[in-house]
């Protein structure tokens, strides 16, 4: 079964370092997704990202944060200039084009750890 | 989006059968109803999706009554491996648009 991939499982950083997350989404997919989970909160939206741009981008998602497709499989977040309160699961999600239905499907996340 | 009601926390036992309701009174016509399940530390994972009536998987089934103002999502024969957030989504179908979730509902299956 295809699956969403995402590298590193854990990333440990020192606060004002940046760090790149990466996705590999669903081959076929064309729509992709950054969400984020605080321990113990919701799953939060961050960006979304179609036709090589940003389609739609949360209050989180601010300058701090980037997303880029450097090629046909990766999709990576950038985050610049960490800080602690950034520390979270961070999740990437893919779909393909299927009308109305909108499901996604979600990697196993970065565990991010900002010191 | 249509707002979602779920239960906090459910408490179950191996082989019973889970049934989590979720109430959506404002649930728009083009809606679909989705039930997303999350195990500590890992992301969302799709469990089954439904517009009306009753849709059948290997994992579970989701029962929409006519006025489709509610839905249940109901697991058969539960095991500890159930144990669980699930969570209810409404009314995010088209286009590009983020999922929005919310507490969901914690399932825990004891043994």
């Known amino acids: 079964e295809p699956e969403v991939t995402q590298t590193p499982s854990h990333q440990v950083t020192q606060m004002g370092q940046e760090v790149i997350l990466r996705c590999v989404p669903i081959?076929?997919?064309?729509?992709f997704y950054w969400y984020r989970q605080i321990l113990g909160q919701k799953v939060e939206f961050l960006v979304s990202?179609?036709?090589?741009?940003?389609?739609?981008k949360s209050e989180i998602f601010d300058d701090q944060f980037s997303v880029e497709r450097p090629d046909g499989s990766n999709f990576t977040l950038k985050i610049r200039s960490t800080k602690l309160e950034d520390s979270a699961m961070y999740f990437c999600?893919?779909?393909?084009?299927?009308?109305?239905?909108?499901?996604?499907?979600f990697g196993a996340g970065t565990r991010l750890s900002v010191l | 989006l249509a707002k979602t009601t779920q239960p906090i926390s459910m408490d179950s036992y191996e082989g019973q059968e889970v049934n989590i309701t979720c109430s959506h009174n404002?649930?728009?016509?083009?809606?679909?109803i989705t039930w997303y399940q999350q195990f500590p530390s890992q992301g969302p994972r799709f469990i089954i999706q439904?517009?009306?009536t009753k849709v059948t998987n290997e994992v579970a089934s989701l029962f929409i009554p006519a006025d489709r103002k509610s839905s249940t999502l109901s697991l058969p024969r539960v095991s500890l491996s159930d144990t669980a957030v699930y969570y209810c989504?409404?009314?995010?179908?088209?286009?590009?648009?983020?999922?929005?979730f919310g507490s969901g509902t914690r399932l825990q299956v004891q043994p």
């Open positions: 990202f179609y036709n090589n741009e940003i389609s739609e």
């Open positions: 439904g517009y009306k």
């Open positions: 999600a893919s779909r393909n084009v299927e009308g109305g239905k909108n499901i996604q499907y």
């Open positions: 989504l409404v009314g995010q179908g088209g286009g590009r648009r983020a999922l929005t």
């Open positions: 404002n649930i728009a016509t083009n809606d679909y």
């Open positions: 081959s076929n997919h064309l729509y």
